[in-house]
């Protein structure tokens, strides 16, 4: 059979999941993350987790800073990103959630007899909003945790 277009292993359609990267690094706690740094402190790592952080820390491909954090090149520390996602509400009521190029992602219309359907979506924004600075937060401290561990990072991005 052949194709119009030439296949590549493991370049299908499915889901990134984070494959490769450290367990710690996919949370979405920020409780668990500073439990985890407290832990590798106090026991310390071992040499398998050193090399790791030390390829994470140069930039070496594959390894690279997850996705919703950045890397401040003055403090040379990983910060979390804004959310893009706005929660916009008309002078008739509509509510929208607007993703970050501006397209319309969920909308709810305003009803003055049942509101409810309103207060749902801004209540999903909010939780979802919530979830999203706190993975982002949880992964820039364990980022700078691996960092730092090796003596910060060494790479210009």
Not at 25 to 49: D, F, P
Not at 65 to 85: C, D, F, H, M, R
């Amino acid at each position: 059979m052949n194709n119009p277009f030439k296949l590549k292993p493991g370049r299908g359609n499915m889901k990134k999941t984070g494959n490769g990267l450290p367990e710690v690094l996919l949370q979405t706690k920020t409780e668990n993350a500073r439990a985890y740094i407290n832990k590798s402190q106090r026991e310390g790592i071992t040499e398998k987790q050193r090399v790791s952080d030390v390829n994470f820390a140069s930039g070496t491909p594959g390894t690279g800073i997850v996705s919703g954090t950045g890397l401040n090149p003055k403090t040379n520390q990983v910060s979390p990103k804004a959310y893009e996602k706005k929660l916009v509400t008309q002078k008739n009521g509509d509510t929208f959630i607007v993703d970050g190029a501006g397209k319309t992602v969920e909308m709810a219309k305003y009803n003055a007899f049942k509101p409810e359907a309103v207060e749902a979506l801004k209540k999903k924004y909010n939780k979802t909003k919530a979830e999203t600075d706190d993975a982002r937060t949880a992964n820039s401290m364990l980022q700078n945790e691996r960092a730092n561990r090796v003596g910060g990072f060494r790479i210009s991005r």
